[in-house]
């Protein structure tokens, strides 16, 4: 039934239910408000907790607090201003984002089968970088969740050179606006292969330490396994995607299932949740399947640099802005495309329009908004410490919840 | 009048010391945070950060105190002073060397057991009093902690009272080193009344006593609330658990009262299992070790040394491991720990009835 104009907006519906349910909180509950200060909860988001003692009975989330209006930002300017804004989505993964955004238009434009292979293979080599910068923070914090802080500092410490060398690339630290529709800002510094790969033979010892410290932790294991478990009918249901589908059992990566940009020339696996230490689609699968896709990441940036080292070696003529376009001419169409990221599938629905390179509407679909949804059916009936675990093995941020 | 006098200047002492104490081992646990995190820790103040926290209790005394509107003034008020000196008092009994002794008390044991336990009363009143959801849920778990976690360190503690027949915490540590008027066995075995050293100290004598030192040194963690059961301070869960609304130098006093208890109880570990002041160092025939090392001044470095030992294993298990759950811990306490020290209880009962005959 579509929605009239003379109709009670379905919010008031839903604002009416929440003002009734917390007008009805009895004495033996408590009403606890969760940030949007708050230690874990990884940003700005606010939770409401009413709960029996310790034992959390419903959370009731509260987003917005970091709304910036990316969609309206998108309405008022080109394809090429609204990268960078693309880039404060999920500003833990810049790169991902504006690989998405760009693909799209490229796509719209018609011009995704010219782009040249080192450009390709460049954005995939930054993409995954950006993934495990992306994971490493997951991880990280989710030690901090559980108390660990150690592995905060240690992920921190080789995330930094992922940093520098993105800084390298593209003049900062964290918001790239490297991938340009038709190309890219510009070419890889020269000796960025050679400095990548001496990260990647530094990196992959670093992942057995951290292992050690964390992963197969008796204490991490007894705090995560079992807990928030997420079956795979409730992950589609909910729309969750990425990590935490995958936890779930569910072999799902756009990587794979849309074979975008050079992915299907690429050796990874994907890797999913087997319930190994407790249940399938717990935490600590959850948090597992970030350490092996991390793993992967690596691989595929190893393919990349050989690849970029040896055939796609760099050339004297070799333009990466050769095919940026002027203006993005559209014809009015709606097109919607995803993408791979570290929290997820991140799409954008573009509906553009004749004679201007101004969309009529974009919309993002932040995979840590749909991720996030899910915590309400998580958290019934969890301990306080148990909710900050499931917060904390969604992995959101809050830039991109709120967009 | 030179009675309370000297009573005054004991006080004074170790309150100096313990203050001396909480900016050593704040600096040390933030350069060993460092070192196990791949980082620095503090190096800009003073050279290698060594002034840094003399500049953070500089700048907590400066603060204003701030008492939130809807607190128990008088409660939010007095917690923080209950808390320390509750854990101040355990030091009168604690021997430091041969002959010095802040207070000589026969029953030093219980009265050590006895007034850390006011601890908690502090932390409740600290929780409730400042209003806070989180720190009234901090200050829960912690007297649940705490209590609980009495029973298996104070079974510990039982099992090597029996051993050394004694709660005189100055004869303990005598009864553990070549001072002694008794026959000391390593084992049961072999009289080390002579050598003494390392082999007289009570884990060795009564081998049981080591593992009561183990549940003795994890329940004396939980209680006071290190990590991994820091959990009435959660951070990531409860903000700063019953600390919330603290700021100042009502803060100050909180975090000098959790070094001093950190302090106070890998003492109370050190001189009830490990020997006090007793040196570790043996006699070897005509080599008299053990003898050359003992002493007033040997004893406080003996003292200090292995203290300060087990505070640095304190720390390093911190930055370590990841937290537990209160109900992981309850049943770590009461389905683990309890049964193994009413074990060694009564493996001790054995031991003195038919070993150390």
């Known amino acids: 039934m579509a929605f009239q104009l003379n109709d009670t907006p379905p919010y008031q519906e839903a604002l009416r239910a929440y003002e009734a349910r917390l007008a009805a909180v009895g004495a033996e509950e408590m009403v606890i408000n969760m940030g949007p200060q708050h230690p874990s909860t990884h940003g700005v988001l606010r939770l409401q907790l009413i709960t029996d003692g310790e034992l959390v009975k419903e959370v009731i989330p509260h987003v917005g607090y970091l709304h910036r209006c990316f969609e309206k930002h998108a309405e008022s300017m080109n394809y090429g201003k609204t990268i960078p804004f693309t880039d404060r989505l999920d500003y833990l993964a810049s790169m991902n984002n504006s690989h998405a955004f760009v693909m799209g238009v490229e796509r719209m434009l018609g011009i995704d089968r010219k782009i040249p292979k080192r450009i390709e293979y460049i954005r995939v080599l930054v993409c995954e970088l950006n993934r495990i910068a992306s994971h490493l923070i997951a991880i990280g914090t989710y030690g901090i969740d559980i108390g660990a802080f150690t592995p905060f500092m240690w992920c921190f410490r080789d995330r930094e050179h992922i940093m520098n060398m993105l800084e390298w690339a593209s003049g900062s630290r964290m918001l790239y606006n490297y991938i340009w529709v038709g190309g890219l800002f510009y070419d890889l510094p020269v000796g960025f292969e050679a400095r990548c790969s001496e990260f990647v033979r530094y990196f992959k010892p670093k992942l057995p330490e951290l292992d050690e410290l964390l992963t197969d932790n008796q204490i991490f294991i007894s705090r995560t396994a079992n807990i928030g478990i997420l079956p795979a009918d409730v992950a589609i249901n909910y729309g969750c995607s990425g990590p935490m589908l995958r936890a779930s059992g569910v072999k799902w990566d756009l990587r794979r299932v849309d074979e975008y940009s050079v992915y299907p020339e690429l050796e990874f696996d994907i890797p999913v949740g087997k319930g190994e230490m407790g249940s399938k689609g717990d935490c600590w699968d959850r948090f597992k399947v970030r350490i092996d896709e991390v793993k992967e990441s690596v691989r595929i940036i190893e393919q990349c640099l050989e690849r970029l080292e040896g055939p796609l070696k760099r050339t004297a003529d070799f333009d990466p802005r050769a095919l940026v376009p002027k203006k993005v001419n559209l014809k009015a169409q709606d097109y919607y495309v995803r993408a791979e990221n570290p929290k997820g599938e991140l799409g954008f629905y573009f509906v553009t329009q004749e004679k201007t390179d101004i969309p009529k509407r974009v919309k993002a679909r932040g995979p840590s908004f749909h991720n996030l949804s899910v915590l309400p059916e998580l958290a019934k009936g969890v301990l306080i410490a148990d909710l900050i675990a499931i917060l904390g093995s969604i992995d959101i941020v809050l830039g991109e919840v709120d967009r | ?357």
């Not at chain 2, 203050?19 to 103040?45: C, H, N």
């Not at chain 2, 009289?191 to 006593?209: C, E, K, R, S």
């Not at chain 2, 003292?303 to 309850?330: C, E, F, H, N, Y």
Request: net charge neutral; aromatic share 14%; hydrophobic share 60%.
């Open chain 2, 1 to 357: 009048m030179a009675f309370y006098l000297t009573y005054l200047l004991i006080g004074a002492i170790l309150f100096g010391f313990i203050a001396g104490f909480t900016l050593f081992a704040v600096y040390s646990e933030r350069k060993i945070a460092g070192f196990v995190q791949d980082r620095l820790g503090p190096m800009e103040t003073g050279r290698y950060g060594s002034l840094q926290t003399l500049a953070d209790i500089l700048k907590l005394i400066q603060k204003e105190y701030i008492t939130p509107a809807a607190a128990d003034k008088v409660l939010f008020a007095a917690a923080p002073v209950i808390i320390f000196i509750a854990i101040f008092l355990g030091f009168a009994v604690m021997p430091w060397a041969p002959g010095l002794a802040p207070s000589g008390l026969y029953l030093g044991l219980f009265f050590v057991i006895a007034i850390i336990s006011v601890d908690a009363i502090g932390l409740l009143m600290a929780g409730w009093g400042s209003n806070n959801k989180f720190s009234l849920l901090g200050s829960m778990r912690a007297v649940a902690q705490i209590v609980s976690y009495e029973i298996p360190s104070g079974l510990a503690l039982i099992a090597a009272v029996m051993v050394a027949q004694t709660l005189d915490l100055r004869e303990i540590v005598v009864n553990q080193g070549i001072q002694t008027a008794e026959h000391l066995l390593l084992a049961g075995i072999w009289d080390v009344t002579d050598i003494g050293g390392l082999f007289a100290w009570n884990v060795f004598q009564a081998p049981h006593l080591l593992l009561a030192y183990v549940i003795f040194f994890i329940a004396s963690l939980a209680e006071c609330n290190r990590a991994p059961f820091d959990i009435p301070e959660a951070e990531s869960e409860l903000v700063g658990g019953f600390h919330t609304e603290y700021g100042g130098l009502r803060f100050a006093f909180i975090f000098l009262a959790e070094y001093a208890m950190m302090f106070l109880v890998a003492m109370i570990g050190v001189v009830v299992f490990l020997g006090g002041w007793n040196t570790p160092l043996p006699n070897i025939g005509a080599v008299r070790l053990a003898d050359w090392t003992t002493g007033l001044v040997w004893g406080i470095f003996w003292t200090l040394s292995k203290t300060l030992l087990i505070v640095g294993v304190q720390m390093w298990i911190r930055w370590t491991l990841p937290r537990l759950r209160a109900d992981q811990l309850m049943s770590l306490c009461w389905k683990v720990l309890t049964p193994l020290a009413f074990l060694c209880m009564a493996i001790s009962g054995i031991w003195r009835v038919w070993v150390m005959v």
